[in-house]
DNA sequence: TTCTGGATATCAGGCCTCTGATAAGTTATA
DNA sequence: TATAACTTATCAGAGGCCTGATATCCAGAA
């Protein structure tokens, strides 16, 4: 996935005569739906990291498993999964792509025929240290506007929408 | 998109030896990535919501165009690009989806002979409505747990993640 | 020891989302 | 008027995400 600076932003209002809406209202703005917030924002969040990775060649899930399989170690794909609270197939596919760039290699457990354990390559080590510090500094403009009460109040919100939600 | 109940959840723990480190520290949790904390909000949100909806044969992001249509009345895919903050590649494939379900219907502007208006059906209102009671449910556990003053900052940080991201 | 169920990997298919590129209609300007 | 710039729609391709369905491996029960 290739990132570039807009040409034009196409979200832009139109030059000539506005079918557009008042943007303040309606679904949008902070009196709007809260799950379309929560969407955007992280719509918005998903858009900047992979235009800070683009020259990376990387993507926001991608730095996401890489990130793990740094803080963990080797993995095979199920754990990965669990951890990132994704599906088996969709840690696998993203696996796939990284195994094509080189920055993950997987190898049969040895205690396991069945179980690949994927680890990073060197390549992908110093990939993982490059990027992490772009989403780091993405992720302090995240919170910059936010006080520490706020930014705890926050936290605790999205990490309880996402325990409070998801099936158990 | 189809959504059922999991005959077992792939994310939970597995039965034998525990090959999966602990799950309340590192990059999970209160005190991890904000931005994995919002990846894992909305997603867990995208799946409520898939779930809430599946009978109804609508995804979440098809419901969010009804309700923009519903909104706004009938307007063309670049509009609803730009309220919708996606790109008009984006809608146009959710909108063939919603089409070929006989829940929008477009036509071509009569003084635009490029643009093509999408507009709710019958069905398509009726859809609507019977899937705005299941969201909106939804949205009301999103905030249960949340004070006054704790909503207003939750939405206020959502809204500025957006605002200050996105490309402008 | 054999069988059965859980765990793992992965193929298939579908939807959403983006970037890039192209074609066609409209509007503004030289 | 002719041309350029802008707007809209849409094709093509890729990545990430999910549900379903298989096949294989392993461990515990019968």
Partial sequence: MKRKAKPRDVNAA???RAPNPAPGEGPRGVKGHIGYLLRQAQAAFR?????????????????GLLTLLGVYGPLSGASLARLS???P???DAV?????????VART??????RILLTALTP????RRAAAKRRIDALE??????LGAEEERTVRAWLASVARDLLPR
């Fill in 123 to 126: 390549a992908g080590m110093a």
């Fill in 89 to 91: 197939q969709t840690v």
């Fill in 140 to 145: 302090r403009r995240l919170t910059a506007g």
């Fill in 108 to 113: 049969p457990d040895p205690r396991h025929g």
């Fill in 85 to 87: 609270l994704q599906t």
């Fill in 95 to 103: 696996l796939k792509n990284l195994a094509r760039a080189g920055l």
């Fill in 47 to 63: 858009l900047a990291g992979d235009a800070a990775l683009a020259d990376l060649e990387l993507t926001l899930p991608q730095f």
């Fill in 14 to 16: 139109p030059a000539g």
